[in-house]
C-alpha cells in the first residue's frame, strides 16, 4: 500500500497561484507515475497533470500551459505549480500515484486537497 500525502490547495482570487505538493511512503515498482487529478461534485475525476518515470509529462486539456508538474524521483515527490488560476478550476484535488502490471492496473490516491478560486 503507498500513502500519499498532500500538501498545499486552499482558497485564492482569480489570476493566483497555488503550489500542490505529494509525498510516497514508496515507489514499490520503477516505472511509475505520479500526477494529480481532481474532481466536483456530480463530475468524473479528471486528469489535471502526470509525469512518468522517465520525465514525461502529460496534462489536461483545460491547463493550456498554466500548470507545471514536477517530480523528484528519488524522493517520491510530485509538485503542481498553478498559475493563472480560474473560478473553473474550483475543484478537490487528488495525488495519484499509478503503475500497471501485465495482470492489473494499480492506482493510490491521496484523501485530496481543496482548491477554490474566488472570482
Known amino acids: 500500500q503507498v500513502q500519499l500525502v498532500e500538501s498545499g490547495g486552499g482558497e485564492v482570487q482569480a489570476g493566483g497561484s497555488l503550489n500542490l505538493s505529494c509525498a510516497a511512503s514508496h515507489s514499490p515498482v520503477t516505472v511509475n507515475d505520479m500526477g494529480w487529478y481532481r474532481q466536483v461534485p456530480g463530475r468524473q475525476r479528471e486528469l489535471v497533470a502526470r509525469?512518468?518515470?522517465?520525465?514525461?509529462?502529460y496534462y489536461g486539456d483545460f491547463v493550456d500551459g498554466r500548470f507545471r508538474i514536477s517530480r523528484d524521483i528519488a524522493k517520491n515527490t510530485v509538485n503542481l505549480q498553478m498559475n493563472n488560476l480560474k473560478p473553473e478550476d474550483t475543484a478537490v484535488y487528488y495525488c495519484?500515484?499509478?503503475?500497471?502490471?501485465?495482470?492489473?492496473?494499480?492506482?493510490?490516491w491521496g484523501q485530496g486537497t481543496q482548491v477554490t478560486v474566488a472570482a
Open positions: 509525469e512518468t518515470s522517465s520525465g514525461s509529462p
Open positions: 495519484n500515484y499509478h503503475y500497471s502490471t501485465y495482470a492489473r492496473v494499480v492506482d493510490f
